[in-house]
């Protein structure tokens, strides 16, 4: 059974390690007698461009972008309460990783929520700051193009429900 193709030029996708890019193209390419179709994905953030092959696409992770009621799901993830749970630094950094990895928007609310520090909330170490920050940008970036708003805004808005919650 052929893979059906869901992806298409000019799509935004997520790819779950790398967050939001945009379909370049589909080509196919000849790797000695094997011929193979690949989504090509450009990562301008990055500037990095992405070639997955259509069969391994699903198994990858790749999707489109959240739908506007996934992403109202994910926003309503920031106004909840954060739950720090207490044990060990490093293997809340691992499942924090983990979730972002995983390229869903819930998930990476959970992470952006849980480690979110008002003024009066006492200082982040800088690997909380930096999973903070990686979280945040995926989020943002996503948020953006479901709302076809820059990443800027989009990260001002996310940052506004945080500080309301």
Do not use: C
């Amino acid at each position: 059974m052929a893979a059906k193709q869901k992806f298409k030029k000019n799509d935004w996708v997520v790819y779950p390690t790398h967050g939001v890019g945009r379909v370049t193209g589909i080509e196919k390419q000849k790797i000695e007698d094997v011929s193979i179709t690949l989504i090509v994905i450009s990562f301008e953030q990055d500037r990095m461009t992405l070639r997955v092959p259509v069969t391994k696409a699903e198994e990858a992770g790749l999707r489109n972008l959240a739908s506007k009621d996934e992403m109202k799901l994910a926003l309503k993830t920031l106004k909840g309460r954060s739950r720090i749970r207490r044990t060990m630094w490093s293997r809340r950094a691992q499942e924090y990783e983990a979730k972002i990895n995983s390229g869903s928007p819930v998930l990476i609310a959970e992470v952006v929520r849980d480690l979110h520090r008002n003024a009066d909330q006492p200082e982040q170490s800088y690997s909380e700051r930096q999973i903070y920050q990686s979280a945040l940008e995926r989020l943002s970036r996503e948020f953006a193009a479901v709302e076809s708003i820059d990443e800027e805004q989009a990260t001002e808005k996310l940052e506004e429900i945080l500080l309301a919650a």
